[in-house]
């Protein structure tokens, strides 16, 4: 097994650390210096970062969500227009959060079969956050229309599952690279439905050994 070494990006609940807020890390603050107060877009979506996960995109209003982010109601509109803007706004935040979490876990790896098989130790990464509450676009999905911002950032989120799977199997030497990818996907939302459901971080690692499974199977003449 080859790793890569590997540094740490620090990650608040949904991504809102230096990099994701455009910070630097480890930036020494000089003894009573004063940090500068979040924009009012920063605190809007840390407050909607936290309300829609934990209690759903259509459940918590607008009043929530400014009382939370201390911004008077012409602010959220003035910044985004709509609800359905800042929850597109949101779930890219989720999106950004996800999906770097994912890479980092497959750019530890140098051979194609242990990058392939990471996609899950990522997955055991966001499973393991006291604060995780199953998959945010699942969840949005689930409480939006046809169409609604909310379905359409699940199926970009989706599509991007979909195509690093496939990508990874096709560099593995699979000789059906779509066909273990959707494989795996259903493997990959299965674990974060059980790691939700049962309370189980180690739901990954199930998963992680059964993809084993099928890789082999895949490369098996």
Known sequence: MA??????????????GPAAAGGKAGRVVPPGARTARPSARERLLAAANELFYNEGVHTVGIDRIIEQAGVAKASLYNTFGSKDELVRA???????????????????????????????????ELFAQPDYRGCAFARASAESHPGDPAEQAADAYRRWVRALLTDLAAHAGVPEPEVLARQLHLLYDGSGQAARMDHDPAAAAVARAAATALLDAALTP
């Open 90 to 124: 949101y779930l890219q935040t989720r999106y950004a959060s996800v999906t770097e979490r994912i890479m980092r876990a497959v750019e530890r790896y140098d051979t194609p079969r242990e990058r392939l098989l990471a996609v899950f130790e990522g997955q055991g």
């Open 3 to 16: 790793v890569k070494e590997a540094g740490t990006a620090a990650e608040g609940s949904g991504g809102f």
